[in-house]
């Protein structure tokens, strides 16, 4: 069983959609949890980060944490065509030698 | 310039070249690593330098040499690698290295190994 499990897609939806997109994961030592969006030929950026359990909004996005499911989701509300990229969740521990674990992506296309 | 800086964009290679990958940080981080992006597949971290120090090997094997000449400078040296070696190869930086740092990519080094 894989650390991180996430859709790989393709996920296409209409512009002005919400978009829900999710990893699980089975290791509960997990307590940061982040969404990083890759455009094509691009590094990933920063779109969300959570400590522990709850939810975030940051604009058009909310992330939320279920650690009690190991369970987290980012949702995109009225999605854009420049939200069309790939989102790829990961998280860690926190200790000080921790590492990131990353999902292998989901790709996400929003049509006009 | 701002942010995480990679050159060269795209590199195409002989299985018996030797080459280099360069990483330049303009954010005043401490800790800076490696990473392998494959089709399909997480992300994979290669290798890790903390205050120029490498402090995480990621069982990777002996045809990527990393060097870390200082807290902004990682280079990724590379020989007689295999067409599975193929891949978008990124550096990224964080302030320090674990307790849930957040990490800055740059865009990303396209290697094809002929």
């Known amino acids: 069983q894989k650390e991180v499990e996430q859709d790989p897609g393709p996920l296409s939806v209409p512009e002005g959609a919400i978009v829900s997109l999710n990893c699980t994961y089975s290791?509960?030592?997990?307590?940061?949890f982040m969404w990083y969006r890759q455009y094509s030929r691009k590094g990933p950026e920063l779109l969300m980060y959570?400590?522990?359990?709850g939810n975030k909004e940051d604009g058009r996005f909310t992330a939320q944490v279920d650690k009690s499911s190991k369970y987290i989701s980012l949702f995109i509300r009225d999605s854009q065509p420049s939200d069309s990229a790939t989102y790829l969740c990961a998280m860690t521990a926190g200790g000080t030698a921790s590492k990131l674990t990353f999902g292998t992506g989901t790709r996400l296309q929003v049509t006009l | 310039e701002t942010g995480v800086t990679q050159t060269p964009r795209h590199l195409v290679m002989g299985m018996t070249n030797k080459k280099s990958l360069k990483c330049e940080q303009h954010?005043?981080?401490?800790?800076m690593y490696w990473y392998k992006q494959s089709a399909k597949k997480p992300l994979e971290l290669m290798f890790v330098?903390?205050?120029?120090?490498?402090?995480e090997n990621n069982s990777v094997p002996s045809r990527f040499s990393p060097e870390c000449p200082n807290s902004s400078h990682l280079f990724l040296h590379l020989h007689t690698l295999q067409p599975e070696d193929s891949a978008l190869y990124l550096c990224a930086s964080s302030p320090q290295q674990g307790r849930g740092e957040k990490l800055f990519f740059g865009s990303g080094t396209q290697l094809s190994v002929l």
């Open positions: 330098y903390s205050l120029e120090e490498r402090v």
């Open positions: 290791n509960s030592a997990f307590q940061y």
């Open positions: 954010l005043g981080h401490n800790a």
């Open positions: 959570t400590y522990s359990s």
